[in-house]
């Protein structure tokens, strides 16, 4: 059974900072992982999708990496900003097309 | 192209009333998928669906919930005699046939019970 997990829960830092989110799933037979932004009481935005064939995808400030062998995938944020401050959410896709999702990261970025 | 459209974007129940979410696909995108968020919560999948066909309905409650995508209009999310645990935020996504496309979320029902 898919299990997603993302480290940390929470994390506060000050603006200009770099970061890194963490994703781990327990099923490498992977089909594609994205990243989300949920901002409080709102919707989802999908920010980045890596096909498992891909080991990274960027858009911006925003990279993530994939290393399906070991289950993982990274968000990093480059000079982060207020406006970054929201819920990060990792989804992995199994082949039945399902997304399996992680708890999120509360993330605020301190003026 | 519009995107996922769904509503109504809030609804308020009492206890034993009826609940039906509505989402529309965007055009040209013949599979739909409802997710939902409980608050505290991560995202759960509850069904996936084809036109005129059910095709995991696994995350779906035993009871009083289902869940239809006919052949024309939006695919609904119906909850029947609703409890406070429904409480939830509801999502909808559709994706196109082809199954290496992505799957694109609407803006969400927030569920309030009474």
């Known amino acids: 059974k898919q299990e997603v997990t993302q480290i940390p829960a929470a994390l506060s830092v000050p603006e200009g900072e770099n970061l890194v989110l963490n994703c781990s799933f327990t099923?490498?037979?992977?089909?594609?992982l994205q990243w989300f932004r949920q901002d409080p009481g709102k919707g989802l935005t999908s920010l980045l999708l890596?096909?498992?064939s891909q080991r990274e995808q960027t858009s911006g400030r925003l990279n993530a990496s994939l290393d399906k062998s070991s289950g993982r995938s990274t968000l990093y944020i480059a000079a982060s900003q207020p406006g970054d401050s929201a819920t990060y959410l990792c989804?992995?896709?199994?082949?039945?097309?399902?997304?399996?999702w992680g708890l999120g990261t509360s993330l605020a970025v301190n003026p | 192209n519009a995107g996922v459209m769904q509503n109504p974007r809030h609804l308020v129940r009492r206890r034993g009333q009826e609940a039906r979410l509505r989402c529309s696909p965007m055009?040209?995108?013949?599979?739909v998928y409802w997710y939902r968020q409980l608050p505290e919560e991560g995202l759960k999948f509850m069904v996936y669906?084809?036109?005129?066909?059910?095709?995991?309905e696994s995350g779906m409650p035993k009871e009083r919930f289902s869940a239809e995508f006919p052949k024309e209009g939006p695919s609904i999310l119906r909850i029947q005699q609703v409890v406070r645990g429904d409480s939830a935020a509801y999502f909808c996504?559709?994706?196109?046939?082809?199954?290496?496309?992505?799957?694109?979320f609407g803006p969400g029902t927030r569920l309030t019970v009474l």
């Open positions: 996504a559709s994706s196109p046939p082809k199954s290496t496309d992505t799957q694109y």
């Open positions: 055009k040209g995108h013949s599979h």
């Open positions: 669906l084809q036109k005129e066909n059910i095709i995991d």
């Open positions: 890596i096909q498992s």
């Open positions: 989804a992995v896709e199994n082949h039945n097309r399902k997304l399996i």
């Open positions: 099923d490498s037979a992977i089909y594609n």
